[in-house]
């Protein structure tokens, strides 16, 4: 199974660079990897042939950086270019501020099945911990930074952080059983998940009708269901630590639940708008 690793990121290449360092840290790399842009930040940029020069020579062998004008919150439709960009049977889908435990992508590979998509576990920090990460004063180990990846959990299993100290729990052994039981507690979050991206051309991507924040990501698993595509979950693995942001605004989100609504309502698979046209494009 070729695997891609496809990474949103828009205007925070500080988090982008820690996140990078997080992948050439993995015990299973990516065969492919793709940094989808939401504008055009020559910081972002200069991270990715950061990433580039560090990993050396076909590590990963494909590396894209796909881009599209920022004219407003558009994650569906960089998706859609991530997924036409794609040449991996799996896609792994997470935000540019999400730090991955080393055997993050081992897990993801390991719980992949057909027939299934995986949701994975997104652990929010709070905003002091982001800030001393992002410096480079310390590391989620608790150590000096090194200025490359983070290990976890470290002390995000301790203090404030509660029950969410149970997602930090690594156990490759349990992920198969805890696949089916896990998919009722987790919700659907596209910072972390997987799909095959056969199933992902069936179902034509996400809807580019959404734009502003939700619930793209649940509109898209509907369809995947609709078409038989069912939820598995990824837990005692596929650890991955969500770095603290401002919400994004909600001022389409009555908008956006609509399309959702209509989507449960009529059974529907496929989408009008999705990366059907980007494939086009591609294509000439």
Same mark, same amino acid.
């Given at each position: ?33 793709? +940094?989808?842009? !939401?504008?055009?930040? /020559? ?34 439709? &960089? ?9 991996? #049977? ?14 993050? &992508? ?6 992949? =099945?057909?027939?299934? %998509? ?13 800030? $001393? ?14 200025? #490359?990846?983070?290990?976890? /959990? ?17 156990? /490759? ?5 805890? =696949? ?7 919700? +659907? $979050? ?5 799909? %095959?991206?056969?199933?992902?051309? =069936?179902?034509?991507?996400? !809807?580019?009708?959404?734009?502003? %924040?939700?619930?793209? #990501? $649940?509109?898209?698993?509907?369809? &995947? ?5 069912? =939820? ?16 994004? /605004? ?9 399309? &959702?609504?209509?989507?449960? +309502? ?8 999705? +990366? ?9």
């Amino acid at each position: 199974m070729r695997l891609t690793l496809a990474i949103t990121t828009h205007a925070r290449a500080d988090a982008l660079a820690r996140v990078l360092a997080c992948v050439r840290a993995q015990t299973r790399p990516p065969e492919e990897l793709i +940094v989808a842009e !939401d504008g055009t930040d /020559p910081a972002t940029a200069a991270v990715v042939a950061r990433h580039a020069a560090a990993a050396g020579a076909g590590v990963p062998p494909h590396l894209h950086h796909v881009q599209q004008a920022h004219l407003g919150f558009r994650v569906a439709r &960089l998706r859609n270019l991530a997924i036409a960009a794609a040449t991996g #049977d799996y896609i792994v889908f997470i935000d540019g501020d999400m730090l991955l435990h080393p055997a993050f &992508l081992g897990d993801h590979a390991r719980c992949a =099945r057909p027939g299934r %998509w995986t949701q994975g576990v997104r652990i929010p920090l709070d905003a002091a911990t982001t800030q $001393k990460m992002l410096a480079g004063a310390v590391d989620p180990a608790g150590g000096a930074a090194d200025g #490359d990846a983070p290990t976890l /959990p470290g002390p995000l299993s301790r203090g404030r952080f509660g029950l969410r100290r149970a997602a930090l729990w690594h156990a /490759p052994r349990l992920q198969r059983l805890l =696949r089916g039981p896990g998919a009722a507690l987790l919700a +659907v $979050k596209s910072c972390n998940q997987g799909f %095959w991206r056969a199933d992902l051309l =069936r179902v034509n991507g996400f !809807d580019e009708r959404f734009e502003g %924040w939700g619930p793209e #990501d $649940k509109e898209l698993c509907a369809r &995947l269901a609709h078409a038989g595509v069912r =939820r598995q979950a990824l837990l005692g693995g596929g650890i991955a630590c969500h770095l603290h942001h401002p919400p994004a /605004p909600r001022d389409r989100r009555a908008f956006n639940e609509s399309l &959702l609504a209509a989507t449960l +309502v009529s059974g529907a698979t496929r989408c009008e708008r999705g +990366v059907d046209a980007h494939l086009a494009a591609a294509r000439g």
